[in-house]
């Protein structure tokens, strides 16, 4: 609202409600338009890494947790995938599925919270939030019931997982995929055919194909593009080439696609899960590995499709029990490589909006 | 060291690099190809625009401080041929390390090398804002590093994990000896402070 | 856990509300004293009213200063009988203008503590929550609690303010808050400043506050308030000529701006204007949401973009001020929908049992109730978005809503039928028109509904990068 | 006007107005003066209502007070800080000259000149039965032409004020003025 | 003691005496149009006084028609302040600046 050559410096966190943590974003503006825009992110910056290569492959696992604190059973899988692919410690197959159990139920609570706390930033006043956190809140349940852990959950371990789920899991855990594609719909109600949200994210924040693979965009930001990329279904891990599923892809690369895929992306876990819970054999939860592991001097890249992309673990050894360098792909740091372009030249609440569809856990991003 | 299911031999990338880019290619292992520093962004583009490749995405990028020098790896990936392919360069001024930047090819740059410039300091030319990222300006050092605070000799890494044993082979994973200096290993092993230590240069 | 999936409804929302608890359920489980005390209560309860009805319908009560169905006539005794003592005229203007002034301040005061109880229980029903719950019974005691919190927090006043100005805001809120409640007729002698020109007297009013908000916004020295004022000021400008031509429909109507010969019109037509007129009431409406922040049109302190708009930097007893004119806001709009289009205090006669200012109370309740239903409901629209809604859409519709009405008011008053009919054949021709105009005029701006099929997304089984994208655009 | 209410409204009410007349004459900062500005304009929607002109101190608090004001705040917003300050021109001495000196001079005669005027008894009799309607009447009947007239004048100055700040595209550079903005300016 | 039309004149010549001050005397655009405006308010005042007060007028009509020049002052000032306004803004996008001293566009 001042002329052109003032600038409008307006700071959006680190204490923000619409920063999801303490991101901060310095913006530039003339009336509601971003004319500029710097991100301004460390306030919770851990050096994971470094302290990383002082401890051993599984003591790293907790750190996994920490660093996507809504997707911790991500991390660790991630971090295992690469450290048994560098150790070569097989993992038994009932360990493989509880994995996908745990991993896909993880990437339904994660996307619950990314589509409310987007949903919040179009400012629908919680209460999608709150639905969603419902079912977040039992995927949580289910999690406290196995390893005694909400949050940072510390499950997997190199060559399988750490505890058998108790009985009382598998029914409630039935129940709880029977009644998500219910839920599913019945906020599909409330929000994706809703004209306001309609009005506020379709043609919003547009990511073309071309940008979103070249910038490094991956998970649900990239598929929102329409690029059908899932390392589930590209480099498949642990059991995903024997479930079957589909990767929805968006149409116009909007924040309302990527809404949407998230949407879809529940169902499709859900439909994971319950092959899953058909498939699963019965035997060891976990190989024994000792408890000094030396891997062979090298190096390794593994990755899995987080929640928020592709979360990759460099590992380089050299043949001592702890990595030599220890190196997180973040994915929801890397997603934000476009947010500047996304964002300048957009009003504020187009702003908001992208940086909320684009998903980030600050955790994450400062490591 | 098997590489990734989907990641191509470091030899194939080599040979047709080299043929396409006569000299870019220093060295060639199963897993990785390592490229003349100077030519890096040569090379990205190449295989970015190569038919064969397309390397259309930068994966990640990422840096590794091996005490006398720099190794900047490059996981790139092509999403509609379904491969992934690691490009190395190494940094020999351990001082003053400094890399063109990989940004005209790939924008998802953008945010990695600022966190190499910030957490291991190494500077890359032609990058468009290359400022710190997690730690504030006038941060002393740049943390990565294996000399980060400079405590001479000692540098992290952990040699032996503390409930190791010996004389238990079922409780060590590879009792093979270490790659780096093992004699100095060897004779240190009981040394309960120099457990901290890490890997001496080769 | 281990409940029988098939046998149950269908949607879970529907299954969740099945499973509260009944009315006859909590009977059943309470003991049988508490059961034999609450039925003797509530038979007693019975019995007095039955008793207030018979004294009612003899007809004993019309006229008389307790009259308790409507207080007006105990203050004009009052004046009466204060003039008939000869104390000087200014005496019974001065104790009718206290005695209004104190009732309006109480009402207004007594229904904020109860409504933003009821706000924030209602807002956790509708997101499964419990609510305030802890402090008195049912958590009713939670406002006054929060109040007292407020009131002794420390004053802050932020760097680089601008001191004198800061302080103002607050206050200057409050006032047309409260004044806006003068002409709105409780009962037909129950109104406290029933001019002429009430109507004309609520929009300007309303129109004060604009100021305050921007001095708020202005004197905090901070870049969201400010953001935030600039947001309100430009939303209430724009939204003002809406609601004045929505109003103004009512005006060719009832032939007055006297509120109380709004509602005595309706009455004694026995209908509502917001049969007759359905887009003006919608306009009143929605363009009150915009002119009071409430979801969706709430941008001025969208919380997720500016944190809290122009009251950012108020703490305190100051920011819980802004808060309960917020509210009280919403209540003086949901007693202006009610009279202008509701029907105010009137209810097909029924005023005449029931004390007309319960039936205005309970159609303020309901209206306040939609507020917060929408709040809990919906998203919020963007500044330009509801710029152009009311520049591009609710401006030119209402204009021809007003010549619409115009026409049809000049027919009213000409065509010799029994009044019901020509209304009703009016309120049927308007329902039509509405829908038709809305349609044809949303075409001609050039708006679609986007279609749901359009928006959903692609399931694929083969991965790819932009070729694979390409080939998915093109056959879909 | 002999009761007491009335003369205690009026002096306070015309104690309101000067001193928010005054008030835009001191204050420093140019917001500042606005709303000593609106102060005076309300105080003067008081003293309309002290003369029985209902209608005219609404319809006043509506246009000075609700609109008016509004448009002085958002041209005052438009411009930049450095042109908030409320300076005196090289005018000033000349200008608070006329100004006192018509003012002395229209006190001095009102004070001092008999005017035909209403009083006491006849005053209260002489009451305006409904305002708004003869108003109404007046301004569709005897007045029908000079209405159309200001409606025409309304037209244009609509117009025109959209003509004036309207940016054709190519010179709206990074948005220099936003649509709300230049939409309140038309309003 | 009684307030009379006399009064009513006296408080609407200050107020206009104010307004000249403030119009002649201020630098910037929009204080001189305040100025403008509260002259504009002392002649309603001094309109609605003698409507009020004046002892000739032997009909309604005749007495309300100093309300409806008000009417017509109001739309007036409504439209010149639109108008003022806009080119004040428009003024200062040519020409950095609004203070009126400092344009002197048709000096000659």
Same mark, same amino acid.
């Given at each position: 609202m001042t002329a052109a050559n003032e600038p409008y410096i307006l700071n959006i966190g680190p204490q923000h409600p619409s920063t999801h943590g303490v991101f901060r974003l310095r913006v530039a503006m003339d009336g509601e338009t971003i004319v500029d825009m710097d991100m301004i992110v460390g306030y919770l910056h851990r050096s994971m890494e470094k302290l990383a290569e002082e401890r051993t492959y599984t003591q790293?696992?907790?750190?996994?947790?920490?660093?996507? &604190? $809504?997707?911790?059973?991500?991390?660790?899988?991630?971090?295992?995938?690469?450290?048994?692919?560098?150790?070569?410690?097989?993992?038994?197959?009932?360990?493989?599925?509880?994995?996908?159990?745990?991993?896909?139920?993880?990437?339904?609570?994660?996307?619950?919270?990314?589509? !409310?706390?987007?949903?919040?930033?179009?400012?629908?006043?919680?209460? =999608? $939030?709150?639905?969603?956190?419902?079912?977040?809140?039992?995927?949580?349940?289910?999690?406290?019931?196995?390893?005694?852990?909400? $949050?940072?959950?510390?499950?997997?371990?190199?060559? !399988?997982?750490?505890?058998? =789920?108790?009985?009382?899991?598998?029914?409630?855990?039935?129940?709880?995929?029977?009644?998500?594609?219910?839920?599913?719909?019945?906020?599909?109600?409330?929000?994706?055919?809703?004209?306001?949200? $309609?009005?506020?994210?379709?043609?919003?924040?547009?990511?073309?194909?071309?940008?979103?693979?070249?910038?490094?965009?991956?998970?649900?930001? +990239?598929? !929102?593009?329409?690029?059908?990329?899932? +390392?589930?279904?590209?480099?498949? &891990?642990?059991?995903?080439?024997?479930?079957?599923?589909?990767?929805?892809?968006?149409?116009?690369?909007?924040?309302?696609?990527?809404?949407?895929?998230?949407?879809?992306?529940?169902?499709?876990?859900?439909?994971?899960?319950?092959?899953?819970?058909?498939?699963?054999?019965?035997?060891?939860?976990?190989?024994?590995?000792?408890?000094?592991?030396?891997?062979?001097?090298?190096?390794? &890249?593994?990755?899995?499709?987080?929640?928020?992309?592709?979360?990759?673990?460099?590992?380089?050894?050299? !043949?001592? =029990?702890?990595? &030599?360098?220890?190196?997180?792909?973040?994915?929801?740091?890397?997603?934000?490589?476009?947010?500047?372009?996304?964002?300048?030249?957009?009003?504020?609440?187009?702003?908001?909006?992208?940086?909320?569809?684009?998903?980030?856990?600050?955790?994450?991003?400062?490591? | 060291m098997p590489p990734g299911p989907t990641q191509l031999s470091g030899h194939r990338v080599a040979e047709r690099l080299n043929a396409a880019l006569p000299g870019v290619v220093v060295t060639a292992t199963d897993e990785w190809v390592e490229v003349a520093p100077a030519r890096l962004v040569d090379a990205l583009r190449w295989l970015h625009d190569s038919s064969e490749f397309d390397a259309a995405q930068l994966s990640n990028c990422c840096a590794v401080d091996r005490h006398d020098r720099f190794e900047m790896v490059y996981h790139l990936q092509s999403l509609d041929l379904n491969h992934q392919i690691a490009i190395k360069a190494t940094i020999a001024d351990h001082e003053q390390p400094a890399l063109p930047s990989a940004y005209a090819v790939y924008k998802g740059a953008l945010l990695q090398e600022r966190e190499v410039y910030d957490l291991m300091g190494i500077v890359f030319d032609g990058h468009p804002d290359l400022r710190r990222i997690f730690l504030w300006e006038g941060f002393p050092g740049h943390p990565l590093r294996k000399d980060f605070l400079g405590l001479g000799n000692l540098t992290p890494g952990l040699a032996r994990f503390p409930f190791e044993d010996r004389d238990r082979p079922d409780r060590i994973m590879n009792p093979a000896p270490l790659r780096h200096d093992a004699s100095a290993r060897a004779q240190n092993e009981q040394d309960v402070p120099d457990d901290w230590r890490g890997a001496a240069p080769a | 856990?281990?409940?029988?999936?098939?046998?149950?409804?269908?949607?879970?929302?529907? *299954?969740?509300?099945?499973?509260?608890?009944?009315?006859?359920?909590?009977? *059943?489980?309470?003991?049988?004293?508490?059961?034999?005390?609450?039925?003797?209560?509530?038979?007693?309860?019975?019995?007095?009213?039955?008793?207030?009805?018979?004294?009612?319908?003899?007809?004993?009560?019309?006229?008389?200063?307790?009259?308790?169905?409507?207080?007006?006539?105990?203050?004009?005794?009052?004046?009466?009988?204060?003039?008939?003592?000869?104390?000087?005229?200014?005496?019974?203007?001065?104790?009718?203008?206290?005695?209004?002034?104190?009732?309006?301040?109480?009402?207004?005061?007594?229904?904020?503590?109860?409504?933003?109880?009821?706000? *924030?229980?209602?807002?956790?029903?509708?997101?499964?929550?419990?609510?305030?719950?802890?402090?008195?019974?049912?958590?009713?005691?939670?406002?006054?609690?929060?109040?007292?919190?407020?009131?002794?927090?420390?004053?802050?006043?932020?760097?680089?303010?601008?001191?004198?100005?800061?302080?103002?805001?607050?206050?200057?809120?409050?006032?047309?808050?409260?004044?806006?409640?003068?002409?709105?007729?409780?009962?037909?002698?129950?109104?406290?400043?029933?001019?002429?020109?009430?109507?004309?007297?609520?929009?300007?009013?309303?129109?004060?506050?604009?100021?305050?908000?921007?001095?708020?916004?202005?004197?905090?020295?901070?870049?969201?308030?400010?953001?935030?004022?600039?947001?309100?000021?430009?939303?209430?400008?724009?939204?003002?000529?809406?609601?004045?031509?929505?109003?103004?429909?009512?005006?060719?109507? /009832?032939?007055?701006?006297?509120?109380?010969?709004?509602?005595?019109?309706?009455?004694?037509?026995? /209908?509502?204007?917001?049969?007759?007129?359905?887009?003006?009431?919608?306009?009143?409406?929605?363009?009150?949401?915009?002119?009071?922040?409430?979801?969706?049109?709430?941008?001025?302190?969208?919380?997720?973009?500016?944190?809290?708009?122009?009251?950012?930097?108020?703490?305190?007893?100051?920011?819980?001020?802004?808060?309960?004119?917020?509210?009280g806001n919403a209540l003086l709009v949901g007693a202006l929908v009610s009279t202008f289009f509701l029907g105010g205090y009137s209810l097909f006669g029924l005023e005449e049992w029931i004390p007309p200012y319960l039936i205005l109370f309970a159609k303020i309740s309901a209206v306040y109730f939609l507020f917060v239903w929408l709040r809990g409901t919906l998203p919020r629209f963007r500044l330009d978005q509801l710029m152009g809604y009311a520049w591009k859409f609710l401006i030119p519709l209402s204009i021809a809503f007003v010549g619409i009405s115009a026409v049809e008011a000049s027919i009213f008053a000409r065509v010799d039928a029994p009044g019901l009919i020509v209304l009703g054949a009016i309120g049927i021709v308007n329902v039509v028109l509405t829908f038709v105009l809305v349609r044809a005029w949303a075409r001609v701006v050039g708006y679609e509904v986007p279609r749901g099929e359009d928006t959903r997304p692609t399931l694929t089984t083969a991965v790819g990068g932009l070729r694979a994208a390409q080939r998915l655009r093109v056959t879909p | 006007m002999e009761s007491t209410g009335i003369i205690v409204a009026f002096?306070?009410?015309?104690?309101?107005?000067?001193?928010?007349?005054?008030?835009?004459?001191?204050?420093?900062?140019?917001?500042?003066?606005?709303?000593?500005?609106?102060?005076?304009?309300?105080?003067?929607?008081?003293?309309?209502?002290?003369?029985?002109?209902?209608?005219?101190?609404?319809?006043?608090?509506?246009?000075?007070?609700?609109?008016?004001?509004?448009?002085?705040?958002?041209?005052?917003?438009?411009?930049?800080?450095?042109?908030?300050?409320?300076?005196?021109?090289?005018?000033?001495?000349?200008?608070?000259?006329?100004?006192?000196?018509?003012?002395?001079?229209?006190?001095?005669?009102?004070?001092?000149?008999?005017?035909?005027?209403?009083?006491?008894?006849?005053?209260?009799?002489?009451?305006?039965?409904?305002?708004?309607?003869?108003?109404?009447?007046?301004l569709l009947g005897r007045y029908v032409l000079a209405f159309e007239v200001a409606s025409i004048l309304l037209l244009f100055a609509l117009l025109g004020a959209i003509v004036l700040v309207h940016e054709r595209r190519a010179d709206a550079a990074a948005g220099a003025a936003d649509t709300p903005a230049n939409r309140e300016e038309a309003a | 003691m009684s307030v009379e039309l006399g009064h009513y004149m006296a408080v609407s010549g200050v107020i206009f005496g104010i307004g000249i001050v403030v119009a002649l005397g201020k630098r910037n655009a929009v204080a001189v149009l305040m100025g403008v405006e509260l002259m504009l308010n002392a002649v309603n005042l001094l309109l609605l006084a003698f409507a009020r007060f004046g002892a000739a007028f032997a009909d309604d009509a005749a007495a309300l028609s100093g309300h409806v020049f008000v009417v017509f002052v109001l739309t007036v000032a409504a439209a010149e302040a639109a108008v003022v306004l806009a080119m004040a803004v428009l003024v200062y996008r040519r020409r950095e600046t609004v203070e009126l001293d400092r344009i002197n566009l048709m000096r000659w």
């Open positions: 790293n696992i907790p750190f996994t947790d920490r660093a996507d &604190y $809504l997707a911790a059973m991500s991390g660790n899988l991630g971090l295992c995938i690469a450290a048994e692919r560098l150790t070569g410690v097989e993992v038994p197959e009932r360990a493989q599925y509880l994995r996908v159990i745990f991993a896909e139920l993880q990437r339904i609570a994660s996307h619950a919270m990314a589509n !409310g706390t987007l949903v919040s930033d179009a400012g629908a006043w919680q209460t =999608p $939030l709150l639905y969603m956190f419902r079912e977040r809140e039992k995927i949580l349940d289910l999690f406290e019931m196995t390893c005694g852990a909400r $949050l940072t959950t510390n499950y997997m371990r190199i060559g !399988g997982v750490a505890f058998e =789920p108790p009985a009382e899991f598998w029914p409630a855990l039935r129940e709880l995929v029977d009644e998500l594609p219910d839920r599913i719909d019945e906020y599909s109600q409330l929000l994706i055919d809703n004209e306001i949200f $309609l009005a506020r994210t379709r043609g919003i924040g547009v990511i073309s194909a071309e940008d979103a693979i070249n910038g490094s965009l991956t998970g649900p930001a +990239l598929r !929102g593009s329409g690029v059908p990329w899932d +390392l589930r279904k590209a480099e498949p &891990y642990d059991v995903y080439d024997r479930l079957d599923f589909e990767i929805p892809v968006g149409r116009g690369g909007d924040v309302y696609d990527r809404f949407m895929v998230r949407f879809e992306e529940t169902k499709q876990s859900t439909r994971i899960i319950k092959q899953a819970i058909e498939q699963i054999p019965d035997g060891p939860h976990k190989t024994q590995i000792p408890l000094a592991l030396r891997p062979e001097p090298g190096e390794v &890249y593994g990755r899995i499709e987080s929640p928020r992309g592709e979360l990759g673990f460099y590992l380089v050894s050299d !043949g001592s =029990p702890a990595p &030599y360098r220890f190196h997180i792909r973040a994915p929801s740091f890397i997603n934000l490589s476009l947010l500047r372009q996304l964002a300048v030249g957009s009003t504020l609440p187009d702003a908001v909006v992208t940086l909320g569809s684009i998903d980030i856990v600050v955790g994450e991003i400062d490591r | - | 856990m281990s409940s029988d999936v098939k046998s149950r409804p269908a949607t879970p929302m529907l *299954r969740e509300i099945l499973e509260q608890p009944t009315l006859l359920g909590g009977i *059943r489980s309470t003991p049988l004293p508490v059961r034999l005390g609450l039925a003797v209560f509530a038979l007693g309860f019975l019995v007095v009213n039955v008793a207030i009805g018979v004294l009612v319908v003899s007809g004993r009560l019309d006229g008389h200063w307790y009259d308790f169905r409507d207080l007006g006539n105990a203050t004009a005794a009052l004046r009466s009988w204060l003039d008939d003592r000869d104390l000087g005229p200014w005496l019974s203007y001065w104790v009718t203008a206290l005695i209004g002034g104190v009732g309006i301040l109480s009402f207004v005061g007594g229904v904020l503590l109860i409504g933003t109880w009821v706000e *924030r229980r209602l807002l956790a029903k509708f997101q499964i929550r419990r609510g305030p719950n802890r402090v008195g019974p049912f958590g009713l005691l939670q406002p006054l609690a929060d109040a007292l919190k407020l009131i002794q927090k420390e004053v802050l006043i932020p760097i680089g303010a601008d001191r004198k100005l800061f302080f103002l805001p607050p206050i200057l809120i409050f006032i047309p808050a409260m004044l806006g409640w003068g002409p709105v007729p409780w009962a037909p002698n129950m109104a406290y400043l029933d001019v002429n020109v009430g109507l004309l007297y609520v929009v300007a009013i309303s129109s004060l506050a604009v100021l305050a908000i921007f001095i708020a916004g202005w004197s905090s020295n901070n870049h969201y308030a400010l953001l935030g004022a600039m947001r309100t000021v430009a939303m209430m400008v724009s939204y003002e000529i809406p609601v004045s031509l929505s109003l103004l429909s009512v005006v060719l109507f /009832t032939g007055s701006l006297q509120l109380s010969e709004i509602v005595a019109w309706q009455s004694t037509h026995n /209908t509502w204007l917001a049969m007759i007129l359905p887009f003006s009431l919608f306009t009143f409406f929605f363009s009150s949401t915009a002119e009071i922040n409430r979801t969706p049109n709430d941008i001025a302190e969208a919380e997720s973009e500016i944190v809290a708009g122009f009251h950012t930097e108020y703490s305190g007893m100051k920011a819980g001020l802004f808060l309960a004119v917020e509210l | 002096w306070v009410l015309a104690a309101v107005t000067v001193a928010g007349a005054l008030g835009v004459i001191v204050s420093r900062d140019l917001l500042h003066a606005i709303f000593f500005l609106i102060l005076s304009f309300l105080g003067m929607a008081g003293l309309f209502i002290t003369l029985s002109a209902d209608f005219i101190a609404v319809a006043q608090v509506l246009i000075y007070a609700g609109a008016i004001s509004v448009l002085l705040v958002f041209a005052v917003m438009l411009t930049p800080l450095v042109s908030r300050d409320n300076g005196n021109s090289l005018y000033v001495a000349p200008g608070a000259l006329a100004g006192l000196g018509l003012a002395a001079l229209v006190v001095f005669v009102a004070v001092d000149t008999e005017w035909a005027q209403l009083s006491g008894d006849a005053l209260a009799a002489r009451s305006f039965p409904d305002t708004v309607a003869t108003i109404g009447d007046l | -």
